[in-house]
């Protein structure tokens, strides 16, 4: 069928997975309500660092601000990673960052495309939409206690343009190239080890992260809760917050909005 791509199929998962720092044990649905949901029933009973909830399709897949995220079965890679990180519950917005670098090395490196990061969670194939990523953690009083990190990826097919707020791709479709999802889950778990030592110090993280911005040093249009803020779009700083020059002269640190491209006159 046009979109599929082929079954995973928990063995073959495992097996895929076997030596890696992150992704043991590993809980794989054919069909579930939210994987982020799955790893934080798990997180709060005590699953290790590293457990990982896949699906097929999701029914109640979650995006930020409480949007609906769409996995079309068979056609994505949605995933859920219990982490137990050492930063602060204020740091905890740099593990958007570092999924986001490590799912564009990921990309970059199994498909040879290019992706730009959209601030906060987006990541971009060409100005559309090809994943999201959505963390939400459990704190202990003033520590976190866990975070679940939530990636989903458009693999073959994207949802279709009636159901999605922004223009949405798929990977195949813009690489012209038939992706392996578990070469792909697994380069996307190496690069997360790879980076993950460096949360708590977090500059390498906001320099990779800052290097695939969209619309960097362009006029932005951010919705925030108080308001829309225009502004030349100048970096991310280490705690991941974006910052907007506005025409004032003053810099402003947005840690939430939703961000577009100013329509040029
Ligand atoms: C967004 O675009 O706002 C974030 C989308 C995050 C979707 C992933 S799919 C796996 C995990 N489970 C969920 O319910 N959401 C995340």
């Keep these: 069928m046009p979109g599929m791509t082929a079954p995973l199929h928990a063995p073959a998962v495992v097996h895929a997975l076997a030596g890696r720092r992150l992704g043991h044990p590993v809980y794989l649905f054919q ?3 939210s994987t982020n949901d799955e790893a934080k029933r798990l ?7 590293g457990a990982l909830v ?4 999701q029914t109640a897949g979650r995006g930020r601000a409480g949007r609906t995220w769409l996995t079309p079965p068979g056609a994505a890679l949605a995933l859920s990673l219990v982490l137990r990180p050492n930063v602060t519950p204020r740091q905890a917005a740099r593990l958007t960052m570092l999924a986001g670098v490590a799912v564009c090395e990921a990309l970059e490196a199994v498909a040879g495309v290019r ?3 959209k601030w906060p969670n987006d990541i971009l194939l060409g100005e559309r939409k090809a994943g999201g990523i959505l963390v939400e953690s459990g704190l202990a009083g003033e520590r976190l206690e866990y975070a ?3 990636i989903g990826l458009n693999v073959s097919a994207a949802p279709p343009p009636e159901q999605v707020e922004f223009p949405a791709t798929a990977l195949e479709v813009e690489s012209g190239r038939v ?4 070469t792909l889950l697994a380069a996307i778990l190496d690069a997360l080890a790879a980076h993950y030592d460096g949360l708590a110090e977090g500059t390498a993280l906001q320099a990779a992260w800052q290097a695939r911005l969209a619309w960097l040093g362009q006029t932005v249009v951010a919705r925030t809760a108080a308001g829309e803020v225009t502004g030349l779009a100048e970096g991310v700083d280490a705690d991941g917050a974006l910052l907007v020059r506005l025409a004032s002269g003053e810099q402003q640190r947005l840690l939430a909005a939703d961000v577009r491209l100013r329509p040029s006159r």
């Design 43 to 49: 997180a709060v009973s005590g699953a290790p660092e």
């Design 31 to 33: 069909r579930i309500g």
């Design 115 to 117: 992706p730009a990061l």
């Design 54 to 57: 896949l699906a097929e399709t």
């Design 179 to 182: 992706v392996d999802r578990l």
């Design 148 to 150: 679940v990190l939530g």
